[in-house]
């Protein structure tokens, strides 16, 4: 049965789709770690792809402490699920700029010159702080949305799966007890 933007439904718990998501981004993130090299494309590209697992894992970890089994609108869910797309749009961007600083630093250590970490990790973030500060704007534009659209498929996911209430046993808007305005 299908149910609208209105009608109530009971979260399901998503404890199991937190660890299916975060298999393949440890794996992804272990692979990135030992395999490439930090200015490789494919790094590039893996590091943006982890940092998207990492941060939808850790934005349904918390989705799932915070309303696993609780009863809302569908309308609320979706406004969740967009919101924190966003937010994770914006950090899967981060995660991956910082992965690609510690490849880059890893690199350096295997080097010649045998450099510590923790020196050419800040130096690799700061050179990627300069190259990347002419598009920034633009890439966070983009990890807004694409994160944004993400996170309302996976609303959207989750309502599919969720029970609906009766309405007999949920209140009303407006009545006592009934539930808030999103």
Do not use: N
Request: charged share 15%; hydrophobic share 55%.
């Amino acid at each position: 049965m299908l149910t609208t933007s209105d009608d109530v439904i009971r979260v399901p718990r998503l404890w199991a789709v937190v660890g299916i998501l975060t298999t393949p981004a440890a794996i992804g993130l272990l692979v990135f770690l030992r395999r490439y090299r930090g200015a490789d494309r494919t790094a590039m590209a893996l590091g943006v792809l982890v940092g998207i697992g990492l941060c939808a894992a850790a934005g349904l970890a918390w989705f799932q402490r915070r309303f696993g089994g609780t009863e809302m609108s569908r309308r609320r869910l979706q406004w969740i699920g967009f919101r924190c797309g966003a937010v994770a749009g914006v950090c899967a961007g981060a995660v991956a700029v910082i992965l690609l600083a510690i490849r880059w630093a890893i690199d350096q250590m295997g080097g010649p010159v045998g450099e510590q970490f923790i020196p050419a990790f800040l130096r690799a973030l700061m050179a990627l702080w300069v190259e990347m500060f002419t598009g920034l704007p633009a890439y966070l534009a983009v990890g807004i949305v694409v994160g944004s659209l993400l996170g309302l498929g996976i609303a959207e996911a989750i309502g599919a799966c969720s029970r609906r209430v009766p309405a007999a046993s949920s209140p009303k808007r407006g009545q006592p007890g009934g539930l808030a305005a999103p």
